[in-house]
């Protein structure tokens, strides 16, 4: 199948596009988290995003060849740890603030950097060490005030639960985000998205021991809604990587904290604090310099290949 060329407006629409949906989903989640447990949210979420991507597969003429796997066992760990990070993701919606998970969970590429230096090999020089350390230092600025709870009278334990389970999630994800990588050498885009899909709803299963409920239905709507809505959302990220290099559209993530501050405000009442704005400052700096890194890394492989590419 031929690489689609680079068309860098619709990258930067469709990462945009993720992002509201993945905050609309994100909303969905924390108000079903008050009343249905989180193993049946991830499932609704999973299993109901899967007829979107499916469509999706279809449209991309892809669904007999595009599901073809040389590698069960590696979409297995990727489904395992993606799932164990939107599993903590959605619990710590129901413990802290919209905007203060969002923000705690921008730790993930900052995550990845150490990762993908541990288990991939990549060398990791001073200038992203640097920026590792800055926005390590914004994610403890935004989780301090939360896990004094733990000593001092007065404050929640359990935000300062939600505070750790959020960080649980960024770092489930940091490791999902390596597994993916190592994915796309030799498996297409369409089996990687459908098989996390299969995997995270069958797991989610497991917990149905620990107690599902019987939807009323507002919790329907919501659920089904979190399913479809996500199911969007990844479509809209897959796309937008395929038409523009990943430091083109990565910095628009970051445009979500907006959103989660707006939606937080208006709809949960929740009003986030100084400390908090100054921890996402920071994690945000780090993140951008982090990308504009890669992006030069990027170029200087592209030129060192042109050099040793002989000429005819």
Excluded at 200 to 224: H, N, R, Y
Aim: aromatic share 10%; net charge positive.
């Amino acid at each position: 199948m031929d690489m689609p060329k680079q068309n860098i407006p619709l990258a930067i629409f469709s990462k945009l596009g993720a992002v509201v949906c993945f905050i609309i989903m994100a909303t969905m989640v924390k108000i079903a988290a008050e009343t249905v447990p989180t193993g049946q949210i991830v499932f609704f979420r999973s299993f109901c995003a899967l007829p979107i991507i499916i469509i999706w597969i279809t449209l991309r003429g892809e669904l007999r060849t595009g599901l073809k796997t040389d590698n069960p066992t590696g979409h297995l760990w990727r489904g395992l740890v993606g799932t164990m990070g939107m599993t903590l993701g959605f619990l710590a919606l129901g413990l802290l603030p919209l905007s203060e998970v969002k923000a705690i969970q921008y730790a993930q590429p900052v995550l990845v950097v150490i990762f993908a230096a541990m288990f991939l090999g990549e060398h990791v020089r001073v200038f992203r060490l640097t920026a590792v350390a800055l926005g390590m230092a914004g994610v403890l600025v935004i989780m301090w005030p939360r896990l004094t709870g733990f000593r001092e009278a007065g404050l929640d334990p359990y935000l300062a639960v939600g505070a750790m389970v959020a960080f649980g999630s960024a770092v489930m994800a940091g490791l999902a985000h390596v597994f993916v990588r190592k994915l796309t050498a030799t498996e297409p885009t369409s089996a990687i998205v459908f098989y996390f899909g299969v995997t995270a709803s069958t797991l989610s299963l497991v917990t149905i021991p620990f107690g599902w409920v019987m939807p009323g239905a507002a919790e329907w709507a919501v659920l089904i809604g979190a399913g479809l809505v996500g199911g969007v959302g990844q479509i809209f990220l897959t796309s937008s990587y395929r038409y523009a290099d990943a430091s083109v559209v990565a910095p628009f993530e970051y445009s979500s904290i907006l959103l989660a501050i707006a939606i937080g405000y208006f709809v949960f009442a929740e009003v986030p604090t100084l400390v908090m704005l100054l921890g996402i400052a920071l994690i945000v700096v780090a993140g951008v310099l982090i990308i504009w890194r890669e992006r030069q890394l990027g170029k200087e492989r592209a030129q060192a290949r042109k050099v040793m590419t002989p000429q005819g």
